[in-house]
C-alpha cells in the first residue's frame, strides 16, 4: 500500500497488471513479467527494489548494455537519492556498496560464481531478459539464476515467450513460488501497415499524417547512413524546430569526421544511431529524441534494446537481416522487440509499425499501375527481378510475424577460465561447486557432458600456467573422503581479469619475452621488426594482448585492403604477370606482428590442452598499429577510412587498455610498457569519456538532470594533467613528421605546420649529408626526444636518427599546453629543422 500510495502521489495509477506483479514481489514470491513495451516493467522494477529495501534486503539491478545500466542508474537516483544507488560495470564503480546496485548482466554472474549462496545479494531484477537466449552472452543470464538460491529473481521482457519450464526450475532452486505475468494487452495500441510506395514517398507521407517521431530500421549501418544523407535534402524540420537544435548542440565537441557528419544531420532533425558510433554521439540522439527535436532517427535496430526514446512510428526497411552467417527472416522476437518501441504511453495514444515493401515489388506494382487497364501496356511491362542473394519476404512475411507468439528462450551456458577462477576464488568443495555448475544448468544432458569435458581441459590449463594449485589432502582427511583442496596460487589484485579464452596462453606468452633484449629467446628475436631497444619489449607485449582479442573486422579488412595495394603496386613495379601477381596476392594480409613465435607457443601450449584449439588465437596490430604510425585517433580513422565504425575502432582500445593494465604481471611492466598503457588510456578517455563524466557527476554530489539538463557533455579531465600519457601524444606527433620527413612527404608536412615553411630548405640541408632518416625503434625511442617542461609551454627537440649516428640533426617545436587541452591533443607548432 505505502508503494501505491507514493504512485499515486507522482500521479501514477497502476496497470491492473503491475498492481499483480508488486503483490507477488512483496509476497516474496518470483516474478516473471512478459509484457509488452509500455506497459510499466520500471515502474515494477522500482516496487521490487522498494521491497527489498523494506526488507533490508540487497537489490540488484542489471541490463544488457551499459548505456542502459547509466540510464536507469540516474532514474533509479532520482527516487531513492544518490546514497541509495550504486553502479559497476567493470570499467568503473560508484557507490558500489549501496543497497540498490545497477550493473550488467556480466557483472553480477561474476559475483554469483566468486560468492554463490554466501554473496549479499538478497534480489535480483533482471532486465531484457530475452538476452538469456544469446549465443555469446546468454550464460550470464543464467549463471544467477544457478548459483544463487537465496535471492529472489524479477525476470522482465516484452518477448520472453513461453517460460513454464523456466519459471518451474526456479521455484525448484529458490524454494519461493514464481509468478508469471503475461498476456497484457498493449496500453497504446499498434497499427500494422505494409507499404509499396517507395520509400521516400512513405517517409514523407509519414512527416505529413502527424505520425513522426518515425525510426528508419535498416540492418546496416551502411544503409542506416545512407539514408539519412538521403533524407538531407527533405525538408524534415521547421526553421524554428532546426534553430532550437542548433541552440542545443551549439557547444557540443564534434570531433571527429563521422561527427561532423551527425552535426549536419541533426541540425536538419534527422539522427543517425548504430553501435559503430561513438557512446557519446548515440547518447547525443537519444538526448534529442527524448526532448522530441528529432523528427526522424535512421539507424539499427540498436535502438531496440530499452532505450527510453519517445518513437511513434518504426518503419521497417527490410525483414531480413544478415546474421553473421547467412541472410535470413527476422524471427518473431526480433520483430516484436523493433516494432515494441512504437508508441510510448505518456507519449501517444497508438502507434505505427510499417513494412516498406522490397524495392523491386515496389517498382513492379507502380509499372502495373502506370499501365491502367490497358492489356497491351501490361504485357509489355518487364518484370523486375530481385537481386541475386535476396532471401524472399512480402506481406504474408509481415502478417505472419504479427501474430507469432516469441520463440521459447534456449540456453546458451558456457564455462570459461575466467568463470572457473572465480568458482576457486569462492573456496569451499570447488569439484562439487563446478560439478553443479556444469550438470545443474538449463543445457540438455549432451551439452553437459561437452561442458563438462571443458571445464576439465580448462582446469588442466589454469595448472599447467600455475595460476592455480591443487594441494593433496592428508591420510586423516582422505579418509574422511575430503577432497583435495584447489586454490589460487596468487592474490589476484581487484582488477584482475581474465577475461579472454586465451588469457591463461597470453599469461604463459608473456615470459617468452625479457625486458633485457639481450635475454630474449632466439625463436623471439628472430620474429622482431626493426629496432631492440626496450621500446621494442613494450609493443610485443602489446601484441601478445592483442593476439587475444576479439577482431575489429572493420579496420582488419581495411589494413589488408591497402596492404594488398601497396604489394599490386610493388609487383607491377618489379614487371611480375598478372597470374602470378593474383597468387602472391592471396598470401597478403593484414600486419601480424609475433605471428611466427605466438603460432609455435600456442602450438606448445595446446598440445597438452586440446580444448584452447576451439578458441582462435588473432595476431593483429591496431593498438601497436596507431602507436608505430604515431597517429591520433582521428587521423587513424580517416587514414583506413572507418568513419562509420570509429565506436567499434574505441570499444577495441578500451578492451586493449583494459586488458594490457590488469593481464599484464606488474613486474613485467617497463617503464616503457607503462608509457604505453597510459597513452592508450589516455586517448581513450580524451575521444569519449562521456560515461566517466556522468559517474564523476554522481561522486562530486551535482549530477545533471538528464531529461532537462544540457545535452553537451562537459569536456574530458585536462589532457596534460597526465604527463606520463602527455609526453607520449608529444612523441608521438613529432615522430609524425619525422616519418613524413624520412618519406620528403613536404605537402602533408605544410599541411601539418602551415606556419612552418622551412621543411623543403631544411631536407634539402639533411639529405646533402646523410643518405637516409632512420625511423625504426631507436629511432622513436626517448633517449631521442629532449623535452623543456614549461608552466605554459615546453620546448621539444627532436633528433633525427641518421644511418652514421651522429645525431647532428633535428627538429625543433613547442607546445601549447592550454590549446592542448582544448583540443584533446598535442598542439604542436614547428620552429626549426636544422643542424646542432
Known amino acids: 500500500m505505502a508503494f501505491v500510495e507514493w504512485a499515486e502521489g507522482t500521479g501514477i495509477s497502476l496497470y491492473p497488471a503491475q498492481d499483480e506483479a508488486v503483490i507477488e514481489i512483496v509476497s516474496g514470491n518470483n516474478l516473471i513479467l512478459s509484457t509488452p513495451t509500455g506497459t510499466g516493467k520500471s515502474l515494477v522494477a522500482i516496487g521490487a527494489h522498494f521491497a527489498a529495501m523494506a526488507d533490508g534486503r540487497r537489490t540488484y539491478y542489471t541490463a544488457p548494455i551499459k548505456a542502459l545500466v547509466s540510464e536507469k542508474f540516474f532514474a533509479l537516483v532520482d527516487v531513492f537519492g544518490a546514497e541509495n544507488v550504486g553502479m559497476v560495470t567493470g570499467d568503473s564503480a560508484v557507490n558500489a556498496d549501496a543497497p540498490i546496485v545497477c550493473c550488467t548482466a556480466e557483472i553480477l554472474a561474476n559475483l554469483a560464481l566468486r560468492e554463490g ?69 498493449r496500453p497504446v495500441p499498434l497499427h500494422y501497415f505494409y507499404e509499396v510506395t517507395p520509400i ?321 629467446l632466439a625463436d623471439a628475436r628472430s620474429v622482431q621488426a626493426a629496432g631492440s631497444g626496450t621500446g621494442q619489449f613494450a609493443l610485443d607485449m602489446i601484441s601478445i594482448v592483442e593476439s587475444t582479442l576479439d577482431d575489429p573486422r572493420a579496420i582488419l579488412s581495411q589494413q589488408e585492403f591497402i596492404a594488398r595495394g601497396e604489394a599490386v603496386a610493388a609487383m607491377k613495379a618489379e614487371g611480375i604477370e598478372y597470374d602470378e601477381r593474383m597468387e602472391l596476392l592471396e598470401q597478403i ?63 577495441y582500445l578500451s578492451d586493449a587498455y583494459r586488458a594490457a593494465s590488469q593481464t599484464i604481471p606488474e613486474h613485467l611492466k617497463t617503464e616503457e610498457l607503462r608509457d604505453l598503457i597510459e597513452w592508450l588510456g589516455e586517448l581513450v578517455r580524451q575521444v569519449d569519456s562521456s560515461l566517466l563524466d556522468e559517474w564523476e557527476e554522481l561522486v562530486s554530489g551535482h549530477p545533471v538532470d538528464h531529461e532537462d539538463g544540457p545535452v553537451v557533455p562537459p569536456a574530458p579531465k585536462r589532457l596534460t594533467t597526465n604527463k606520463r600519457a602527455f609526453r607520449i601524444l608529444v612523441r608521438n606527433e613529432l615522430f609524425r613528421r619525422v616519418q613524413l620527413a624520412a618519406r620528403e612527404d613536404l605537402e602533408t608536412l605544410a599541411e601539418l605546420d602551415p606556419s612552418f615553411d622551412g621543411w623543403e630548405a631544411a631536407l634539402d640541408g639533411y639529405f646533402a649529408e646523410h643518405d637516409e632518416i632512420l625511423t625504426g625503434a631507436d629511432a622513436r625511442s626517448s633517449a631521442l626526444l629532449m623535452i623543456e617542461e614549461g608552466a605554459t609551454s615546453w620546448s621539444i627537440r627532436q633528433i633525427l636518427d641518421d644511418p652514421e649516428g651522429d645525431h647532428d640533426w633535428g627538429i625543433s617545436a613547442t607546445v601549447d599546453l592550454a590549446e592542448s587541452d582544448e583540443a584533446g591533443e598535442a598542439v604542436i607548432t614547428v620552429t626549426a629543422v636544422n643542424r646542432l
Not at 550464460?139 to 518477448?159: C, D, G, K, N, Y
Not at 504474408?396 to 516469441?406: D, G, Q, R, T, V
Request: net charge neutral; aromatic share 8%.
Open 589 to 651: 594480409t593484414y600486419p601480424k606482428p609475433l605471428e611466427e613465435l605466438l603460432s609455435a607457443a600456442f602450438d606448445t601450449f595446446s598440445a597438452a590442452q586440446p580444448w584452447i584449439r576451439d578458441f582462435a588465437l588473432h595476431p593483429k596490430s591496431v593498438v601497436r598499429d596507431m602507436y608505430e604510425r604515431a597517429m591520433s585517433f582521428g587521423e587513424y580513422v580517416a587514414f583506413y577510412k572507418v568513419a562509420r565504425s570509429e565506436g567499434v575502432v574505441l570499444r
Open 117 to 185: 549462496p554466501d554473496a549479499d545479494v538478497g534480489q535480483v531484477v533482471m532486465d531484457e531478459f530475452h538476452f538469456y537466449g544469446d549465443p555469446d552472452r546468454g550464460w550470464a543470464w543464467q549463471v544467477p539464476l544457478l548459483t544463487l538460491p537465496q535471492a529472489q529473481f524479477i525476470l522482465m521482457s516484452a518477448t520472453l515467450g513461453d517460460v513454464t519450464a523456466l519459471a518451474a526450475d526456479l521455484t525448484r532452486r529458490t524454494g519461493r513460488e514464481t509468478a508469471v505475468v503475461t498476456g497484457v494487452e
Open 200 to 520: 521516400h514517398e512513405t517517409i514523407d507521407d509519414l512527416l505529413h499524417t502527424d505520425r513522426s517521431p518515425i525510426y528508419i530500421v535498416h540492418f546496416s549501418q551502411a544503409a542506416a547512413m545512407e539514408r539519412a544523407q538521403a533524407l538531407a535534402s527533405a525538408k524534415v524540420a521547421s526553421r524554428e524546430q532546426r534553430d532550437e537544435i542548433a541552440a542545443l548542440i551549439g557547444d557540443f565537441r564534434f570531433t571527429t569526421a563521422f561527427g561532423k557528419t551527425l552535426s549536419r544531420l541533426l541540425r536538419m532533425g534527422i539522427g543517425v544511431h548504430h553501435a559503430g558510433m561513438l557512446p557519446k554521439y548515440r547518447r547525443l540522439v537519444e538526448q534529442l529524441a527524448q526532448r522530441g527535436m528529432l523528427r526522424v532517427i535512421c539507424g539499427t535496430d540498436t535502438l531496440g534494446v530499452g532505450i527510453n526514446v519517445p518513437i511513434r512510428t518504426v518503419l521497417l526497411t527490410a525483414l531480413t537481416k544478415f546474421d553473421g552467417t547467412r541472410m535470413r527472416q527476422l524471427n518473431a522476437r526480433e520483430f516484436h522487440q523493433i516494432a515494441g518501441r512504437a508508441g510510448r504511453a505518456g507519449f501517444d495514444t497508438a502507434g505505427t509499425v510499417v513494412a516498406q515493401a522490397p524495392e523491386h515489388e515496389s517498382e513492379n506494382i507502380a509499372a502495373i499501375r502506370k499501365a491502367g487497364d490497358d492489356p497491351k501496356k501490361k504485357r509489355k511491362i518487364i518484370r523486375k527481378k530481385a537481386p541475386d542473394g535476396f532471401v524472399s519476404w512480402g506481406e504474408p512475411s509481415f502478417n505472419k510475424l504479427i501474430e507469432a507468439e516469441p520463440e521459447t528462450l534456449t540456453s546458451h551456458m558456457q564455462i570459461t577460465s575466467a568463470m572457473m577462477l572465480n568458482v576457486i576464488g569462492r573456496g569451499g568443495d570447488v569439484f562439487a561447486n563446478m560439478r553443479a555448475l556444469v550438470y545443474d544448468n538449463h543445457e540438455p544432458r549432451a551439452k553437459q557432458r561437452m561442458l563438462a569435458l571443458r571445464a576439465l581441459g580448462i582446469y588442466r590449463t589454469l595448472l599447467e600456467s600455475r595460476v592455480v594449485e591443487r594441494v593433496p589432502s592428508t591420510d586423516a582427511e582422505r579418509g574422511a573422503q575430503r577432497r583435495d583442496e584447489v586454490r589460487l596460487t596468487v592474490d589476484l589484485q581487484p582488477n584482475f581479469a581474465l577475461n579472454q579464452p586465451l588469457s591463461p596462453f597470453a599469461l604463459a606468452a608473456f615470459e617468452l619475452l625479457d625486458p633485457d633484449p639481450s635475454l630474449r
